[in-house]
């Protein structure tokens, strides 16, 4: 009995180990998590084949292709621009220049600005005192002048009136201004009837206020009773 009573005894603690033993496995895959299924990263497309016709064709592209595209690429510049210098009355004529100042007289001269040439009529062979209407002495001095000025197309022709400081208040000039102007526009009306052409000349009346000698005797205001014709270049 006593032996059968430990048998009985040892499995029933058998058993309840093996209970207790079932209950901790159970418990403990409880707790652990769930590992989460791994995704695999989508692998890369597979390189498309290069043709070789295509790199034949890209490699043999014509130079003109080849600019267009360097074209694109760089932006353009516009040129530099070099000043051109040019000699002063290229087709002046010189020889008749010099025939004039070689005959040099108080009527009618050249008389040089910076390389510029001014062709000065006196008022002895233009113009009667106080008036405007061309004498015939000028004519001759006048078509002189066309000769030189004619064909530099390239430049205007200012006419330039000048008077001295003597008062004058007259119907036809009020004052000097007129005078001037008046006589200008005389001798560019004469010139534009010699083959000048009219849209190249130019009428200044300037008075009394640019003397080329001081008023101060009768022989200086005779000089400053002028009519100078010179050259602009055209722009």
């Not at 707790?31 to 597979?46: A, D, G, R, V, Y």
């Not at 010139?191 to 022989?219: D, F, T």
């Given at each position: 009995?006593?032996?059968?009573?430990?048998?009985?005894?040892?499995?029933?603690?058998?058993?309840?180990?093996?209970?207790?033993?079932?209950?901790?496995?159970?418990?403990?895959?409880?707790?652990?998590?769930?590992?989460?299924?791994?995704?695999?990263?989508?692998?890369?497309?597979?390189?498309?084949?290069?043709?070789?016709?295509?790199?034949?064709?890209?490699?043999?592209?014509?130079?003109?292709?080849?600019?267009?595209?360097?074209?694109?690429?760089e932006p353009t510049r516009p040129p530099v621009l070099q000043p051109v210098e040019q000699e002063p009355f290229d087709n002046l004529n010189k020889?008749?220049?010099?025939?004039?100042?070689?005959?040099?007289?108080?009527?009618?001269?050249?008389?040089?600005?910076?390389?510029?040439?001014?062709?000065?009529?006196?008022?002895?062979?233009?113009?009667?005192?106080?008036?405007?209407?061309?004498?015939r002495g000028s004519q001759t001095a006048l078509e002189r002048i066309v000769e030189i000025v004619q064909p530099l197309e390239d430049y205007q022709?200012?006419?330039?009136?000048?008077?001295?400081?003597?008062?004058?208040?007259?119907?036809?000039?009020?004052?000097?201004?007129?005078?001037?102007?008046?006589?200008?526009?005389?001798?560019?009306?004469?010139?534009?009837?010699?083959?000048?052409?009219?849209?190249?000349l130019v009428i200044q009346g300037r008075s009394k206020y640019h003397p080329l000698v001081a008023n101060s005797s009768k022989e200086n205001r005779?000089?400053?009773?002028?009519?100078?014709?010179?050259?602009?270049?055209?722009?």
């Amino acid at each position: 009995m006593w032996s059968l009573a430990d048998l009985m005894t040892l499995l029933l603690v058998f058993f309840v180990l093996l209970y207790a033993n079932t209950l901790s496995q159970s418990q403990a895959a409880i707790e652990k998590p769930t590992p989460l299924p791994q995704i695999s990263e989508p692998s890369p497309p597979p390189p498309l084949p290069i043709s070789k016709k295509s790199v034949a064709e890209e490699n043999s592209a014509e130079p003109a292709e080849v600019e267009a595209i360097a074209d694109l690429q760089e932006p353009t510049r516009p040129p530099v621009l070099q000043p051109v210098e040019q000699e002063p009355f290229d087709n002046l004529n010189k020889e008749k220049i010099k025939e004039i100042e070689e005959n040099f007289s108080s009527d009618f001269y050249v008389r040089w600005e910076e390389k510029e040439p001014v062709f000065v009529l006196g008022e002895s062979i233009s113009f009667n005192s106080g008036d405007a209407t061309l004498l015939r002495g000028s004519q001759t001095a006048l078509e002189r002048i066309v000769e030189i000025v004619q064909p530099l197309e390239d430049y205007q022709i200012v006419v330039s009136g000048h008077t001295d400081n003597a008062v004058i208040c007259t119907p036809i000039f009020p004052s000097n201004w007129e005078l001037s102007a008046a006589r200008a526009a005389s001798v560019a009306k004469f010139l534009a009837s010699k083959g000048i052409e009219p849209k190249r000349l130019v009428i200044q009346g300037r008075s009394k206020y640019h003397p080329l000698v001081a008023n101060s005797s009768k022989e200086n205001r005779r000089i400053n009773r002028r009519v100078e014709v010179s050259l602009l270049r055209d722009q």
